[in-house]
């Protein structure tokens, strides 16, 4: 199965950026989505950005112009580059990737990644 390593969390001032990675490894052969999501405490996960293999992004309204994704100049890596966060951005930060294909013919259509913390407080 695909490991996912994040990276990158952290506490940031308000207005401030920060950068997120995750790393997927494993015997893959192709990656249909990447992604990133939240979960605020007491909220529920929510969808922030995801980009299919072939470029196509979708930002939630809460961070878009804000926030963008991009697939990494590794493969298999996709990056979330937070600008003028908010304290509303504090959240544990989750990556998902979607329809994995494996070398071995075996597909996963759905993992997760442990979760980075991002904190944003003065």
């Known amino acids: 199965q695909v490991q996912l390593v994040e990276s990158g969390g952290g506490l940031v001032q308000p207005g401030g950026s920060l950068r997120l990675s995750c790393a997927a490894s494993?015997?893959?052969?192709?990656?249909?989505?990447m992604g990133w999501y939240r979960q605020a405490p007491g909220k529920q996960r929510e969808l922030v950005a995801a980009?299919?293999?072939?470029?196509?992004?979708n930002y939630s309204d809460a961070v878009k112009g804000r926030f963008t994704i991009s697939r990494g100049n590794a493969k298999n890596m996709v990056t979330l580059q937070m600008n003028s966060v908010k304290p509303e951005d504090t959240a544990v930060y989750y990556c998902?990737?979607?329809?994995?294909?494996?070398?071995?013919?075996?597909?996963?259509?759905?993992?997760w990644g442990q979760g980075t913390l991002v904190t944003v407080s003065s």
């Open positions: 494993g015997n893959i052969a192709s990656i249909a989505a």
């Open positions: 998902n990737v979607r329809g994995v294909a494996y070398y071995s013919g075996h597909e996963d259509l759905e993992v």
């Open positions: 980009i299919t293999r072939i470029g196509i992004r």
